[in-house]
C-alpha cells in the first residue's frame, strides 16, 4: 500500500519555469522560477534562483531570490543568500555572509499583551 509522507518536489539544476508554480508540501530549488510562485515549504539551494511574486508559509533562501515574498511564517537567509525585492514574514532570520537588501515588513508581534 502507498504511504501517504510529505510531498517533496525538486526544480532540478537546468530546469526553468517560467509561470505559476503552486505546490503543495516541501519543494526545492536548484533551478530557476520565474513568474509566481504559491507554497508551503520553499529551499532555494546555493544555485537556485527565483524571479517570481512569491506567497508561501516558509522559505530558505541560499541561492538568489528577486521579487516579492510574503512568508506567514519564517524567512530564512542562508550564509549564501541573497534576497532583494519586497519582504513580508512572520520570523526573519539572517546567517551572517547572507545578503538581504529589500524592503522588509516583520509582522510578528511580541509582548502583544494588554
Known sequence: M?????NISIID??????????????????????GTLVGETVIVAR???ICADTKVTSIT?????DGELEA??????????????KIVCKDL????????NAD??????QGAKK
Do not use: Q
Not at 502507498?2 to 510529505?6: A, L, N, Q, S
Not at 539544476?13 to 520565474?34: H, P, Q
Not at 533562501?61 to 531570490?65: A, V
Not at 522588509?104 to 508581534?109: F, G, L
Open 13 to 34: 539544476k537546468g530546469l526553468i519555469v517560467d509561470g505559476t508554480v503552486s505546490v503543495k508540501g516541501k519543494l526545492v530549488i536548484k533551478g530557476t522560477v520565474k
Open 61 to 65: 533562501i541560499g541561492g538568489i531570490f
Open 104 to 109: 522588509v515588513t516583520c509582522t510578528a508581534t
Open 47 to 49: 544555485e537556485g534562483v
Open 93 to 100: 532570520v539572517v546567517e551572517a555572509g547572507g545578503k538581504l
Open 72 to 85: 506567514s511564517n519564517e524567512l530564512i537567509i542562508l550564509s549564501t543568500g541573497n534576497c532583494t525585492g
Open 2 to 6: 502507498w504511504d501517504k509522507t510529505e
